[in-house]
């Protein structure tokens, strides 16, 4: 499976972004996906997914095979690279990721 994240970009604290991501095949057959970010000298820590609620809203259109991920009100500490990842039949593919920086 291929990912192809974008949607990231500069933003103003407060601000929000969509980041798509596209995926090589259709995504109603992969079994989990989820987002992903790493910030500077931080690890690779999830943010939202499949199942998995938190401050930012992660949903899929399985017609398009897209997922995505709707940033709202974003702090300068939310900035980082954002990663799509999809765990499919026991197997694990990352995009290449989208960097998002939310200024003050």
């Known amino acids: 499976v291929q990912l192809q994240a974008s949607g990231g970009g500069l933003v103003r604290a407060g601000g929000s972004l969509t980041l798509s991501c596209v995926a090589s095949?259709?995504?109603?057959?992969?079994?989990?996906m989820a987002w992903y970010r790493q910030s500077p000298g931080k690890g690779r820590e999830l943010v939202a997914g499949?199942?998995?609620?938190?401050p930012f809203t992660f949903s899929r259109d399985n017609a398009k095979n897209i997922a995505y991920l709707h940033l709202t009100d974003l702090k300068p500490e939310d900035s980082g690279v954002y990663y799509c990842?999809?765990?499919?039949?026991?197997?694990?593919?990352w995009g290449k990721g989208t960097l998002v920086t939310v200024s003050s």
């Open positions: 990842y999809a765990c499919d039949r026991g197997a694990d593919y």
């Open positions: 095949k259709s995504t109603a057959d992969i079994n989990y």
């Open positions: 499949d199942a998995v609620r938190g």
